[in-house]
């Protein structure tokens, strides 16, 4: 009878000890479905590094100040102001081309001179059919010998508070208007101008 009673004995403790595995393993199971904390938080933290990368670019990709204005004509840059005066077209040097002219006086607001062509070509350029135009050259005609001086004049310095008379030029490869753009220091367009070739 005690071998009997031996055996129930034991055979309820495995019983009991299978039921205890039984429930370790069913409490372990919903447990490791979920995360761990560790990896909860540095999903939390790219994230938050995400969400700080994206507001840093699109702060980056807003346009900044403008240091440059276009008013009544007079396109203003560095402090200095291009008041556009007129434009025609004329010849160019090269045979059967002709030349789209722009003329302004140029006011020296800095406090050192300035090479006005300098400032011009950076800032200001003109396309036509989508295509940018390129500078050209005048001809070399007594008809043309006030346009060279006035254009000799863009390429000398400038005194501080001086004014001068000059012009630019683009060359038009048909008969499509042409748009020039004015842009500041940063390349933001500033303002467009459009003007018939014929």
């Given amino acids: 009878m005690s071998h009997v009673k031996l055996i129930a004995v034991l055979g309820s403790v495995l019983l009991l000890a299978g039921c205890g595995a ?28 995400s969400h700080a990368k994206s507001s840093a670019s699109s702060s980056s990709t807003a346009s900044v100040a403008k240091t440059a204005t276009f008013s009544n004509q007079t396109f203003t840059i560095k402090n200095v ?29 800095q406090n050192t001179s300035i090479i006005p062509s300098d400032l011009w070509q950076d800032a200001v350029s003109a396309k036509q059919n989508g295509h940018k135009l390129g500078t050209g050259n005048l ?19 400038v005194k ?35 003007y018939p070739v014929n």
């Fill in 22 to 49: 039984g429930n370790k393993s069913a409490a372990k199971t919903p447990s490791s479905q979920q995360e761990p904390a560790s990896s909860r938080s540095s999903q939390s933290s790219s994230a938050q590094s």
């Fill in 81 to 109: 102001a291009f008041k556009l005066t007129g434009s025609k077209i004329t010849a160019s040097a090269t045979a059967n081309r002709n030349l789209f002219v722009i003329y302004y006086t140029v006011t020296n607001h």
């Fill in 139 to 157: 001809a070399f005609t007594t008809s043309q010998t006030t346009d060279n001086n006035k254009l000799n004049r863009t390429v000398m310095p």
């Fill in 160 to 194: 501080a508070g001086q004014s001068v008379s000059g012009l630019a030029m683009f060359e038009p490869k048909g008969s499509q208007n042409i748009t020039v753009t004015f842009k500041d220091t940063h390349g933001q367009t500033v303002h467009t101008s459009t």
